[in-house]
């Protein structure tokens, strides 16, 4: 599952007994491994609960993005609770889907929110794919790009470009008549642009804090996720195979080429 910063996530677990039956037990403890390392501990009374003979659920809320791991065990019996993951995404537009969950629905005809957390999973990934399949970002993204140097220009890599932020070269913070944003091509020239100079050189020389996506979405794109989100939703409910891997993959690039137009030259 995937759940915003600051949201409650559920760590369920079971404890049974060696014929397979929910047992009671004396204490349990549920560590979280957060993003950056740090390992955060539950125990019943401070974010584990018991909700009945041999269940508990620990009630965790996240402050980082990304991925946590989860584990942990019981005392009386001695038991261990299985690794386990989840993700959560920043409480921004950047991590919001390209096409809204009501408009997803209604694309999946689909009248009630029961299936809503299905559908998310679905928009994330067609969203993801959507990005990947034509190179351009249909979020608006707040990008920080450190560029090679040396160079009259440096290419940024996350496309449309909506506006620059910051231009910093060699820890310096430059003007804006220093350098020049050539937004169609998503180049940022040295200069007032009338004259041609070179950044400073070296691997890490420049950084450029810029916004990117669409301000406007084209409809094609948010047909195109829309469309892979039907399929992808299917595929959630159906299950998946060895047997038929190869045949969704196909699909999901007939759909791509259809709807989201050429192929984008470092999608993999």
């Given at each position: 599952m995937t759940y915003p910063v600051g949201s409650q996530v559920p760590i369920p677990f079971v404890v049974l007994d060696e014929a397979g039956a929910p047992t009671a037990f004396t204490s349990a403890t549920i560590s979280i491994e957060q993003p950056d390392g740090t390992v955060e501990t539950l125990t019943i009374g401070n974010g584990i609960t018991v909700t009945g003979a041999g269940r508990g659920v620990g009630l965790f809320v996240p402050?980082?993005?990304?991925?946590?791991?989860?584990?942990?065990?019981?005392?009386?019996?001695?038991?261990?609770?299985?690794?386990?993951?989840?993700?959560?995404?920043?409480?921004?537009?950047?991590?919001?889907?390209?096409?809204?969950?009501?408009?997803?629905r209604g694309w999946l005809n689909i009248s009630t929110p029961e299936w809503d957390p299905l559908i998310r999973r679905a928009l994330a990934a067609a969203t993801s794919v959507a990005e990947g399949w034509?190179?351009?970002?249909?979020?608006?993204?707040?990008?920080?790009?450190?560029?090679?140097?040396?160079?009259?220009?440096?290419?940024?890599?996350?496309?449309?470009?909506?506006?620059?932020?910051?231009?910093?070269?060699?820890?310096?913070?430059?003007?804006?008549?220093?350098?020049?944003?050539?937004?169609?091509?998503?180049?940022?020239?040295?200069?007032?642009?009338?004259?041609?100079?070179?950044?400073?050189?070296?691997?890490?020389?420049?950084?450029v804090t810029y916004v990117a996506g669409h301000r406007v979405v084209p409809d094609r794109l948010l047909a195109g996720v829309a469309e892979l989100t039907r399929h992808l939703f299917g595929a959630m409910q159906r299950g998946g195979s060895r047997d038929d891997e190869y045949s969704q993959d196909e699909q999901v690039r007939a759909i791509c080429a259809t709807l989201l137009g050429p192929r984008y030259g470092t999608f993999a």
């Open positions: 402050a980082q993005a990304g991925r946590h791991a989860t584990w942990g065990s019981t005392v009386d019996p001695a038991t261990v609770i299985a690794p386990d993951a989840f993700s959560v995404i920043e409480l921004d537009g950047a991590s919001a889907p390209a096409v809204g969950i009501a408009e997803a034509t190179g351009q970002v249909l979020r608006r993204t707040p990008v920080t790009q450190v560029c090679a140097g040396g160079a009259p220009t440096v290419r940024l890599l996350r496309l449309p470009v909506q506006s620059v932020t910051t231009v910093v070269e060699s820890g310096v913070t430059l003007a804006p008549a220093d350098w020049t944003l050539h937004q169609a091509e998503g180049l940022v020239q040295r200069g007032d642009g009338r004259t041609w100079q070179a950044w400073a050189t070296g691997d890490a020389a420049v950084e």
